[in-house]
């Protein structure tokens, strides 16, 4: 983080930078580290402290904080209290957008156009297996291979019948068996 620190009608001693870098370190962790650069402008008038903060951040975001008070102290913790409402702000923003996964624009536009249409079925894609072995065994062997496996089903050449048939899971915990007719 680069700070640029100015003084109007009053010397930058080393424990009035100090107190700013303090206060700004916090909205720097606040930010996760980032802050781009921060100018800050202190100003005496009488008997007023006037701190004036402009932080840029990533992304292009500038946000502004400004108190006026009778003491640098509350002065600079006021005007850093701004700041952090902004960036508590401003990360709520750009949390949201990141859990939406589409632009606003997009969805605005969308909704302005048309009214909400009943969600359509997602369709379905069909992924391709290269070989599927399948061996001659017996019902009771394509049972046992199930149960004893991590498959769900089991694609086997009855030996029996010289057919193709099929031995799942159910979801009640039962097998099932499916034979071809004819």
Do not use: C
Not at 117 to 146: D, F, G, H, Q
């Amino acid at each position: 983080m680069r700070l640029e620190l100015t003084g109007r009608h009053v010397d930058i001693t080393p424990d009035l930078r100090k107190q700013v870098e303090k206060k700004l370190a916090k909205l720097d962790r606040l930010l996760e580290g980032g802050i781009v650069s921060v100018q800050a402008v202190l100003t005496l008038e009488k008997y007023r402290h006037q701190s004036e903060f402009t932080v840029h951040t990533r992304g292009e975001h500038f946000l502004h904080g400004l108190a006026d008070t009778n003491a640098w102290e509350t002065s600079i913790t006021d005007a850093v209290e701004k700041l952090t409402q902004q960036l508590a702000k401003m990360k709520g923003k750009w949390q949201e957008r990141k859990r939406r996964a589409t632009s606003p624009r997009l969805l605005a536009a969308e909704a302005a156009v048309a009214p909400p249409a009943p969600a359509a079925p997602k369709k379905r894609r069909v992924r391709r297996v290269p070989r599927y072995l399948v061996k001659p065994m017996t019902i009771e062997e394509a049972a046992l291979s199930v149960d004893s496996g991590d498959d769900t089903f089991l694609v086997f050449r009855n030996a029996k019948t010289d057919s193709i048939n099929v031995v799942y899971r159910r979801k009640d915990g039962h097998l099932g068996l499916i034979e071809p007719e004819g």
